[in-house]
């Protein structure tokens, strides 16, 4: 840490320089910065150096905004994928736990809620010691799993407002995910948004073995599952259109936008208005969405 | 807000006023405007709603605001209260820590070319203080944080000795579940080992569970 100004080492007119210099630079205490520079014949009076440090600092938030904002979505593509990896993990860890708990105790059942329960137990030998161990692996990980889970409701709203508020936290961070950043995913036309995740499906109609795929991941949505199957191609494409249009505001002005989100409630009530749709049984679900 | 109560008469610096938009009397300043907000001529509504320093205001206590102050804003968010700010004083650095606000920060700033956005964590004002100049006649402080004594603090190093700090306490951000008093009496009490409460006063009914407090070192 130094004790000089900003403008220390730059030369009057270089913007990009003061803006790294703004950016990067610290002192431990401040100084009378402006007699400083002028002094320092940085800048003729004080006024022109009030203008400087006003480009200097408007171009180093601006710059610094952006990148930092990229680097968010990134840390909501990282979260993504560590929570299903570690539902999936915890998932298969708990059948062999079971398989093993089964042969050692009297317990029956599966899954996270049988781990959790052989966790409790005290052991007396040591393959009950690690079969007791493995089980309170598979509780970890599964609260791991919800902890990642808080965390990106918790970012998503930030990285992406109307993304997040559109389509529920999670279902946005997965978009995120799939597209790859927040700025790839406003690139997509809202047909390419409306089947992310399901590539396999769409390389199948490609090669001529199947139906073109109607939705990808934005099935887990409510306004796509609990749409009657008959409509439910025109709400994956109402619902992904909006989609779409979000994430372009969020990646480009991240200004919240609700009347957006009122025109897709909209067209979903018109949608299934059409049969006058009842949910099907399999409506509703985990992943969130903007019925939840 | 028709049932707030009447504003005491602090005499307004030059650049603030007094002005009926259509829906009683609020503040108001000079400047281009900046998101929703009641226009007449090239007077923006200050909402007391809104902000926090205008509320300060409207609960009667005077932040000392004032013509060509400089003035350090701490937790600047989009720019809505800083805006204001910088129609009125003069030089004005606004911080904010969170990179999504600082964008609208920026847009606000690039109409005001004495109002300089500074992406920075208030906590760390050595990563500021080569930018910041020292002896600020305001320190305005909003952050909603964990620790607002102790931001605070850590920033008196900007004011001059005659300097202000105008600060609003929310209580919710040190500890949701205390009594708000009880949080109030301690950031207080922290705040003291720097500076000297001149007055405080609740921001209800325009903002819940906050205190504003008006102080100067020592
Ligand atoms: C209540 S908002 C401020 C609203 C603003 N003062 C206005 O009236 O327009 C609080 C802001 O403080 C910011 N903040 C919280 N902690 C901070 C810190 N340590 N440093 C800088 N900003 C902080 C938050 O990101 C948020 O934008």
């Given at each position: ?5 900003w403008f ?18 610290s002192?431990?205490e401040p ?7 002028v ?20 171009a ?12 968010d979505?990134q840390?909501?593509v990282?979260a ?15 059948e062999?736990?079971a ?6 105790f ?6 996270v809620?049988?781990?959790?329960r052989v966790?409790?137990?005290?052991a007396?030998?040591p393959a009950e010691e690690?079969?007791i161990?493995?089980?309170?692996r598979?509780?970890?990980l599964?609260a791991?799993?919800?902890d990642?889970?808080?965390?990106i409701?918790q970012?998503?709203?930030?990285v ?11 279902l946005?961070a ?15 036309p ?11 499906a769409?390389?199948?109609h ?12 934005i099935?887990?949505?409510e ?28 990646h480009?002005?991240g200004e919240?936008?609700?009347e957006?989100?009122?025109e897709?409630d ?6 299934r208005?059409?049969t ?5 049984d399999?409506?509703g679900?985990?992943?969130?969405g903007?019925?939840? | 807000m ?9 005499t307004?610096?030059?650049g ?7 829906d009683g ?5 000079q400047?281009?405007?900046v ?21 300060t ?9 004032t013509?060509d102050?400089?003035?350090l804003?701490?937790?600047a968010?989009?720019?809505t ?7 009125v004083?003069?030089a004005?650095?606004?911080?904010e820590f969170?990179?999504?606000p ?21 906590r760390k ?5 080569h930018?910041v ?27 001059a000795?005659?300097g ?6 929310k209580?919710?951000s040190?500890?949701v579940t205390d009594?708000p008093?009880?949080?109030f009496?301690?950031?207080?009490a922290?705040?003291?080992?720097g500076?000297e ?9 325009y903002?819940?569970?906050?205190l504003a ?5 020592h």
């Amino acid at each position: 840490m130094t004790d000089d100004g900003w403008f220390a080492n730059c030369e009057p007119g270089d913007v990009d320089g003061a803006a790294v210099a703004v950016r990067d630079g610290s002192a431990s205490e401040p100084a009378d910065w402006p007699a400083r520079a002028v002094d320092a014949g940085f800048a003729p009076d004080e006024d022109a150096y009030y203008d400087a440090l006003h480009e200097a600092t408007v171009a180093a938030a601006r710059a610094e905004a952006v990148e930092r904002e990229r680097a968010d979505d990134q840390q909501l593509v990282h979260a993504v994928r560590a929570m299903d990896d570690c539902a999936r993990t915890a998932n298969e860890l708990a059948e062999r736990a079971a398989e093993w708990a089964g042969a050692l105790f009297d317990v029956s059942g599966g899954g996270v809620d049988l781990a959790a329960r052989v966790a409790e137990r005290d052991a007396e030998t040591p393959a009950e010691e690690r079969a007791i161990s493995l089980a309170e692996r598979v509780v970890e990980l599964d609260a791991e799993a919800e902890d990642l889970r808080g965390f990106i409701e918790q970012q998503a709203p930030t990285v992406a407002p109307n993304l997040a508020s559109m389509a529920g936290p999670v279902l946005a961070a997965r978009l995120v995910s799939l597209a790859g950043s927040l700025e790839t995913l406003a690139k997509k036309p809202s047909g390419t948004v409306q089947v992310l995740g399901a590539e396999d499906a769409l390389f199948a109609h490609l090669r001529g073995r199947a139906s073109s795929p109607k939705h990808g991941i934005i099935y887990t949505h409510e306004y796509v599952r609990g749409t009657h199957p008959e409509h439910r191609g025109s709400a994956a494409r109402a619902l992904a259109g909006k989609l779409s249009i979000a994430a372009r505001i969020d990646h480009y002005s991240g200004e919240p936008k609700p009347e957006i989100e009122a025109e897709l409630d909209d067209r979903i009530a018109t949608i299934r208005a059409r049969t006058g749709d009842e949910l099907p049984d399999d409506a509703g679900g985990d992943d969130g969405g903007a019925g939840e | 807000m028709t049932d707030a109560p009447a504003p005491e008469d602090a005499t307004l610096p030059e650049g603030l006023a007094r002005r009926d938009f259509g829906d009683g009397e609020t503040l108001a300043t000079q400047g281009s405007p900046v998101g929703p907000e009641a226009t007449d001529g090239d007077w923006r509504a200050w909402d007391a709603s809104r902000s926090k320093l205008a509320a300060t205001y409207a609960v009667g206590l005077d932040p000392g605001l004032t013509a060509d102050a400089t003035v350090l804003y701490l937790g600047a968010a989009a720019g809505t209260t800083a805006s204001h700010v910088a129609d009125v004083a003069g030089a004005t650095y606004a911080v904010e820590f969170a990179p999504r606000p600082v964008r609208d920060l920026c847009r606000v700033a690039d109409d005001r070319d004495r109002l300089f956005p500074l992406l920075a964590d208030a906590r760390k004002p050595e990563s500021y203080a080569h930018v910041v100049e020292a002896d600020c006649d305001l320190l305005v402080q909003d952050v909603a944080t964990r620790g607002q004594a102790d931001v605070a603090l850590r920033n008196r190093r900007f004011l001059a000795d005659d300097g202000r700090l105008a600060l609003a306490i929310k209580a919710r951000s040190e500890d949701v579940t205390d009594d708000p008093s009880d949080v109030f009496d301690a950031v207080l009490a922290d705040l003291r080992e720097g500076y000297e409460v001149l007055e405080t006063a609740s921001l209800e009914p325009y903002h819940d569970d906050h205190l504003a407090v008006v102080a100067r070192p020592h």
